[in-house]
């Protein structure tokens, strides 16, 4: 998740890649209402979401995992 384009950029460059997989999606925080780039790999719970091709990950208040509408 603390992945970043760049950086899995620079690691696929020199064959260091753990998760070549990994995409990028927006996740947001109601809670705290930000915004953040985050990167999921097959190994996390949003990759089923991810593989749909869903882009935009919320987080509600009640603390489940919300898409949007």
Known sequence: MDCTP????EMLECGR???PETRF???KNHVEQEV????????????????RGITIINWG???KNKQPS
């Not at 760049?6 to 950029?9: C, D, R, V």
């Not at 780039?37 to 991810?50: M, Y």
Request: glycine share 6%; proline share 0%; charged share 25%.
């Open 17 to 19: 890649c753990e998760h």
């Open 6 to 9: 760049q950086y899995k950029t």
């Open 36 to 51: 953040e780039q985050i990167g999921v790999a097959e190994n996390s719970r949003f990759w089923s979401k991810v593989q």
């Open 61 to 63: 208040q009640d603390g």
């Open 25 to 27: 999606v927006l996740y």
